[in-house]
């Protein structure tokens, strides 16, 4: 009788060779999905990129402009303020806006609150806001400056606007930016004349955003 073979079949391997396979095909994969999801912000970016908005003040007005009660001063005046929007394809949302007034870098107008604004693309906006209050807290430098350039004839001021805001494209909104406007002017004042008066000078606002 023919003997029986002592040798066993050898056994099939299951390392883990596909496991490690599958590991690396999704790692691939989700590479290739980062890749293309940058490639199409990029895209986006370059052709919605938006802007800066451009604020210039084209008017003003002081109603009141007392400094004759240290350590307090009386203020009232307003400021027209154009801003255009330049961006062909992207509008701006305006949130928590607020406007006040520097005098040699000093508050001499309490924050004003603004409303909210919505600018469409391609246009231009004005509002006026009336800054001032019956009791501003001054330096001895605030009002010997505003009593000499008032006899000067010539006021130097800043208005400035800060507040939120976020850039729009059909339906996506960004995140909230802050936004810093610093309109530098030059009024022409003579004391006890109220009322409109001339911008000796008015340069575009600077804008931070």
């Known amino acids: 009788m023919p003997k029986e073979s002592k040798h066993k079949p050898p056994k099939q391997s299951h390392g883990g060779g596909g496991g490690r396979g599958g590991g690396r095909s999704c790692g691939l994969c989700l590479f290739i999905f980062l890749l293309l999801l940058g490639i199409t912000a990029l895209t986006l970016w370059l052709i919605y ?4 908005p451009r604020f210039t003040v084209v008017s003003a007005a002081i109603y009141q402009l007392n400094a004759t009660s240290q ?3 009386s203020t009232s005046m307003q400021f027209t303020i154009v801003t255009r929007n330049p961006n062909r394809r992207v509008s701006i949302l305006y949130d928590k806006l607020q ?7 000093q508050q001499i107008t309490p924050p ?6 919505f600018h469409e ?5 004005a509002f006026s806001p009336v800054l001032g209050s019956a009791t501003v807290p001054a330096s001895v430098e605030v009002v010997n400056g505003l009593m000499m350039d008032e006899t000067y004839g ?9 507040g939120k805001l976020r850039w729009k494209a059909g339906a996506i909104k960004t995140v909230k930016y ?11 004042l003579k004391k006890g004349v109220t009322g409109p008066v001339p911008l000796v000078g008015a340069p575009p606002c600077k804008v931070d955003v």
């Open 49 to 52: 990129r938006p802007h800066k």
């Open 71 to 73: 350590p307090f001063i």
């Open 99 to 105: 406007a006040y007034v520097l005098y040699k870098n």
């Open 112 to 117: 004003l609150d603004l409303p909210p604004l």
């Open 121 to 125: 693309t391609k246009t231009t906006v």
């Open 154 to 162: 010539v006021v130097a001021m800043r208005v400035v606007v800060l």
């Open 178 to 188: 802050d936004v810093y406007v610093k309109c530098d002017v030059w009024v022409g």
